[in-house]
């Protein structure tokens, strides 16, 4: 996908500040309608950043986890005053039904939001925030990401070629496709750090460790970012504001509230959504321009 | 632009009795092109270095090394690092991050230069050598050539007045090693960069080079202009010297004539100045070998034979192998060409069985490969790959060798790994870590390996990749003694000399089908890229009787 285009075009520290915002907010926010509502308003911008082909892949292990919470609260947790049914002598209470829901909603818009994280902030975008924080660590995780498919060829080649020595692990007894494989990683790893003096000298030959190191991935901070990220923060302040207010969750224990929105939720169930989506505006926008230029030629 | 100065160097290895350099002196001028000769251990290496003051070996060093008139040691940690560039050997290890465009920015971000700065300096050097469409590129994904090129390009970055550079372009294949080579000669044209360059293989160097410096057990052999250094080779006649002189060289100054090309002027070192020679008349032109075909081949009996073979390591990826037929036939000595990927290694590997192909089939003396059992497959069909490393299991090259000859099940192990210690002359290495061997040793290790089981056919992937010329010319002696005792062999190699000086057979492989399967003269005498240099100067002298007559 194009980087310079619609929400990946903004800068990684204001695309920080959404998913820090948007990850709170679907923790603080415990309300099953609220949280649904979020929920469909991530799963809208999951859709809108490369069709929902990610969201697919993980829809199975997060739906499977969602029946479990739903099932499994009820069953541990028997407070509330509610009692709706009893299951042998356990008594099933509405309070932790509604729980268990509000608590799989929650989940699902952290899945959801998790997903479209891994899709915007890239490697690159990840390396930039993390290394003002600590460069050295950075750099570790780029060598590592760096070593971990050399090695795997490696050891691909190595078990070819070893294979016509009789040392493989896909024949003979346990214990001696134990001890091949012993043999193999062995091997594997003195090749390995073999190869590691030569990549430190190369390090050295190239200045490291003479000074401080800067870090070469750079982001402009625009106007675009500007605007979001004030308007981020400002629809952030409203909602925290509304929340102290007592807005914006449902008291389940130990009785029930009334599940239904008063004119406060309301107002933060909107203000959030309106936070969710806030990014999609440079998307809309972009496609816009894309759609006139199209017209045009 | 820098001037280098060695006096009276002299370097001790800890441990060591014998001096790895002795009383070393010499000076670079500042934008010279000085290639760096002599054999293996002749301390090339430990010369360049020691004028690396960050990667210098440990050890007792005495003498001095002045860079532009300032001590090495005076200089300042971070100019040092910067005024000096060092590309070694292996591709692979010297990159360090995992994307192109970072593991060119490495270098300045270490000297914590400014983003705008490094951006700007990126876009000039990736601009230079091409490398922008490489930019977002994995750096595992690239070829050998192209991560060399990278890790020319980033040491490039610091801007170094002094590139060594040690053996860069061994491990690379002809055309990649070409195109490095390209861009070092521009590089010191176009920027006036200081460059040594330390190498094997010297005969592509030479005719680029401002200056060759040849070292011998650590002392200076000699150091004069390339034209130079082909004479005194000639005058001496030692094998080590002549073999580091250009094909053409060699050839023109072997001819009966040869005291005319002296008198009229220095020796020829490619193509086009032993033409211009011939033109002029001070050679003829007649080709001294004309080797004796072997026996008509198609007598023989097929030993192994690839019917209708079919590969692709994918089910999204092109095939490897379309369809190809080929036959092995007993006693063959056959090398195999083919382009960068164009699937030779793949095709040994089918050959020996090591993966199945996705349809078709081969066949070994009639049964299919897949019927055999995989140990007598493997014994009968002997396999070494690109890299000996990989044959290598055991902690010593005793105990590996011990282990190769038990499982082909040799009556005394022990003995026969003394008998083939002897015939390879590795006795004095038994005890070593095969990691502590050199490129040839290995080769010769993993090659006693697999000849324990006395195997019917010998496939060798690029068995003179990174071996220095002495090593390959000992394990062409042994080749030969084992296709003597009857073993046929397949040889996958860019090394065109070293198979027309060897091979009974050529064959070439394109687009996952053997194009051409002929005897050696009768193929290299079509081809102008996979020729020896002394062939592309006889195929444009000898036109066919045709063409003469036309032009009449």
């Known amino acids: 996908m194009n980087e310079g285009f619609g929400v990946r075009s903004l800068h990684p520290s204001v695309m920080l500040m959404y998913y820090a915002g948007g990850m709170t907010f679907g923790m603080l926010l415990f309300h099953p309608v609220i949280l649904l509502c979020g929920w469909a308003a991530s799963i809208i911008f999951n859709l809108h950043m490369d069709g929902g082909k990610a969201w697919k892949r993980w829809a199975v292990p997060a739906l499977s986890a969602l029946l479990f919470l739903l099932v499994l609260n009820p069953l541990v947790s028997h407070r509330g005053r509610t009692v709706l049914f009893y299951w042998g002598d356990i008594p099933i209470t509405l309070e932790s039904v509604v729980y268990g829901v509000t608590m799989a909603c929650s989940l699902m818009n952290l899945v959801t939001l998790f997903i479209s994280y891994r899709i915007l902030i890239t490697e690159h975008k990840f390396l930039y925030l993390f290394a003002r924080v600590s460069p050295k660590a950075a750099l570790l995780t780029m060598m590592a990401s760096g070593l971990v498919p050399r090695l795997r060829r490696r050891m691909q080649e190595l078990m070819i070629v070893q294979k016509t020595r009789g040392i493989s692990v896909t024949q003979g007894s346990l214990v001696l496709r134990a001890r091949h494989g012993t043999r193999l990683v062995g091997n594997l790893l003195s090749w390995a750090l073999e190869d590691a003096l030569q990549t430190a000298d190369s390090m050295q030959a190239r200045g490291y460790g003479t000074g401080p190191r800067s870090a070469y991935p750079a982001f402009r901070f625009r106007v675009r970012d500007g605007a979001a990220a004030a308007g981020l923060l400002i629809a952030a302040a409203v909602i925290f504001f509304l929340w102290s207010r007592g807005n914006g969750y449902l008291t389940i224990y130990p009785r029930l509230g009334s599940v239904s929105l008063s004119n406060g939720d309301i107002s933060v169930l909107v203000v959030y959504i309106l936070f969710l989506l806030l990014p999609l505006g440079w998307e809309w926008r972009d496609r816009k321009t894309w759609q006139a230029l199209n017209y045009k030629t | 632009m820098a001037s280098v100065e060695l006096q009276n160097l002299t370097f001790h290895y ?20 000085v290639v760096l000769a002599g054999p293996s251990g002749s301390g090339k290496s430990t010369l360049l270095r020691l004028l690396k003051r960050e990667v210098s070996p440990g050890g007792r060093l005495s003498g001095s090394i002045l860079l532009d008139g300032r001590p090495l040691e005076a200089w300042p940690a971070r100019e040092a690092a910067s005024a000096v560039g060092l590309v070694m050997q292996h591709p692979d290890n010297q990159l360090v991050v995992d994307s192109v465009e970072h593991e060119l920015a490495f270098g300045m971000e270490n000297f914590g230069m400014e983003r705008s700065a490094m951006r700007r300096r990126m876009a000039e050097i990736a601009g230079f050598f091409g490398l922008e469409p490489l930019l977002s590129r994995r750096t595992d994904e690239l070829s050998g050539g192209q991560k060399q090129t990278v890790n020319l390009a980033s040491v490039l970055m610091l801007q170094p007045q002094l590139l060594l550079l040690d053996e860069p372009l061994a491990q690379l294949d002809p055309l990649a090693a070409r195109d490095l080579l390209g861009m070092i000669k521009r590089l010191n044209d176009e920027w006036g960069i200081t460059v ?20 011998e057990r650590g002392g200076l052999a000699f150091d004069g202009p390339p034209r130079g250094f082909a004479e005194e080779a000639w005058r001496r006649q030692e094998p080590s010297w002549v073999e580091a002189l250009p094909a053409v060289t060699r050839w023109a100054l072997s001819q009966p004539h040869s005291e005319t090309i002296r008198d009229s002027g220095p020796p020829p070192l490619s193509v086009k100045e032993a033409r211009q020679l011939l033109d002029r008349g001070h050679l003829a032109a007649e080709s001294g070998s004309t080797r004796q075909s072997p026996s008509s081949a198609a007598a023989r009996k097929p030993l192994l034979q690839a019917d209708g073979v079919f590969f692709a390591y994918d089910k999204r990826s092109p095939a490897v192998m379309s369809g190809l037929e080929w036959t092995i036939r007993q006693g063959d000595r056959i090398a195999l060409f083919g382009g960068n990927g164009s699937g030779k290694s793949t095709l040994l590997r089918l050959l020996a069985g090591l993966f199945p192909p996705q349809r078709g089939e081969v066949l070994l003396e009639g049964v299919k490969l897949k019927r055999l059992p995989e140990a007598e497959r493997y014994t009968r069909i002997g396999y070494l790959a690109q890299n000996p490393l990989l044959h290598f299991a055991y902690d010593t090259l005793e105990e590996d060798l011990f282990q190769a000859a038990r499982r082909a099940e040799c009556p005394d192990p022990a003995a026969e790994v003394r008998r083939s210690a002897e015939r390879f002359g590795l006795q004095r290495l038994l005890d070593r870590h095969p990691h502590d061997l050199s490129g040839g040793e290995r080769q010769l290790g993993a090659l006693a390996m697999a000849l324990f089981g006395r195997p019917q056919l010998l496939l060798l992937d690029e068995p003179t990749k990174g071996v220095d010329a002495a090593a390959k010319t000992r394990l062409a002696a042994h080749l030969r003694t084992v296709h003597e005792s009857g073993t046929t062999m397949v040889i996958a190699t860019h090394d065109v000399e070293f198979s027309a000086a060897y091979a009974n057979r050529c064959s070439l492989l394109f687009q996952g089908e053997i194009v051409a399967d002929e005897e050696p003269e009768t193929f290299f005498q079509g081809n102008l890229f996979y020729a020896t240099p002394l062939h592309r ?10 063409e003469e007559a036309d032009v009449r």
């Open chain 2, 14 to 33: 800890p441990d060591l009795r014998t001096a790895a350099l002795s009383n070393l002196s010499l000076s670079v001028r500042g934008g010279e092109f």
């Open chain 2, 537 to 546: 100067l006889l195929n444009s002298l000898t036109s066919s009787p045709a």
């Open chain 2, 196 to 215: 040594i360059m330390s190498e094997h293989r010297i005969d592509d160097l030479l005719p680029l080079a401002d200056r060759v410096v040849r070292l």
